[in-house]
């Protein structure tokens, strides 16, 4: 194998336990006058990702239909190497706990031409009725569709 066929075995090998991931390509406009990518591109790609994960477990559909939906409650990121142009990114996003109102995930950013972890992450979404402008409860068929996604089951809080 060439060293970008390693470099590509590698990054997916550190998103194999992250059900969702999403491909990102590098823009040049995205690097800063350091020449290397702003931190805030991170938490736009987290923020992605998340989106991505609602959607697929019925979160966003939800909101759509009833106004019940994700909130952040909290973002955080650790940088591990820096980020140039020309590169590709894949961001994965896992769900870590389900608490009564509130889903904690983990979210990972890997460089593609590195073939390394570039950052990893933590968030927590609130499930939030708009209504009511206040926290509910995880709905059930929600913490269904998580545990189906992720492939194992929460313990209940």
């Keep these: 194998?060439?060293?970008?066929?390693?470099?590509?075995?590698e990054a997916s090998a550190l998103l194999a336990d992250y059900p969702v991931t999403i491909e990102v390509p590098l823009h040049?406009?995205?690097?800063d006058a350091l020449g290397h990518v702003n931190h805030v591109r991170y938490?736009?790609?987290?923020?992605?990702?998340r989106i991505?994960?609602?959607?697929?477990?019925?979160?966003?559909?939800l909101h759509r239909?009833?106004?019940?939906?994700?909130?952040?409650?909290?973002v955080s990121n650790d940088y591990r190497r820096q980020l140039t142009f020309p590169?590709?990114?894949?961001?994965?996003?896992?769900?870590?706990?389900?608490?009564?109102?509130?889903?904690?995930?983990?979210?990972?950013?890997?460089?593609?031409?590195?073939?390394a972890l570039a950052a990893e992450g933590a968030s927590t979404l609130v499930v939030f009725d708009?209504?009511?402008?206040?926290?509910?409860?995880v709905p059930d068929p929600l913490r269904r569709a998580i545990e189906a996604l992720e492939g194992r089951e929460f313990p209940r809080s």
């Design 1 to 9: 194998m060439n060293q970008a066929g390693d470099a590509g075995a």
């Design 28 to 31: 040049w406009g995205d690097q």
């Design 43 to 49: 938490f736009r790609w987290y923020e992605t990702a």
């Design 52 to 61: 991505v994960y609602a959607e697929r477990v019925g979160l966003m559909a």
């Design 65 to 74: 239909e009833h106004r019940v939906g994700p909130i952040l409650a909290s």
């Design 87 to 115: 590169d590709t990114v894949d961001v994965g996003v896992r769900v870590t706990r389900i608490g009564v109102s509130s889903i904690g995930l983990e979210h990972r950013i890997v460089s593609r031409s590195q073939g």
């Design 130 to 137: 708009y209504n009511l402008q206040r926290p509910t409860r």
